[in-house]
């Protein structure tokens, strides 16, 4: 027999466990791409680049607001989010997600737009996971796609010269 709780019922046919991964994952990446965007934002204001250090706190306060969103979404599921850096770190090193120390622009564009698209494969992956089996789930990850997809198409638009 199925276990039952909150919002998990016996109509519930998704493979739990493997969206409790996937959404752990997920908040992996986000909490890094947080970090980095923050990180990133600093660094800008050395180099007098407002807009772009406008752009980085955008998408700083978005990641971390998906984050928020998965982690909730793990406890609705009965899963416990990855709250410790270390598991996260472990996590994202998967993905070759990890957390890098660049200080110059053009470096600082390539690593995010990397980043940008390893979000949007592991988004991917987590909708199709879902189908029909969880669909508020799935509506979660295709609403942080769609906002990875911006924020990769905002960067590339940055590295190619033209206006985000």
């Known amino acids: ?10 109509g519930y046919s998704a ?16 909490l890094i791409a947080y970090l980095e965007y923050k990180h990133f934002e600093m660094i800008m204001e050395g180099m007098m680049m407002e807009d772009m250090q406008e752009l980085c706190r955008e998408h700083a306060s978005q990641e ?15 899963g416990v989010p990855v709250v410790r850096p270390s598991e996260f770190e472990t996590m994202a090193k998967k993905f070759n997600y990890e957390f890098k120390e660049v200080t110059r622009y053009n470096e600082m564009l390539e690593d995010l737009y990397e980043k940008e698209r390893i979000a949007i494969d592991g988004y991917r992956e987590l909708v199709k996971l879902c189908g029909f089996d969880d669909p508020t789930t799935r509506r979660l990850a295709e609403d942080f796609l ?3 997809e911006h924020h990769a198409d905002e960067i590339y638009n940055l590295i190619k010269g033209k206006r985000a």
């Open 1 to 10: 027999m199925k276990e039952e709780f909150g919002c998990v019922t016996k």
């Open 15 to 30: 493979d739990r466990s493997r969206i409790l991964e996937l959404l752990n994952e997920a908040r992996s990446r986000e």
């Open 64 to 78: 971390l607001g998906h984050a928020e969103g998965l982690g909730f979404r793990i406890v609705q599921l009965g």
């Open 146 to 148: 769609k906002d990875e």
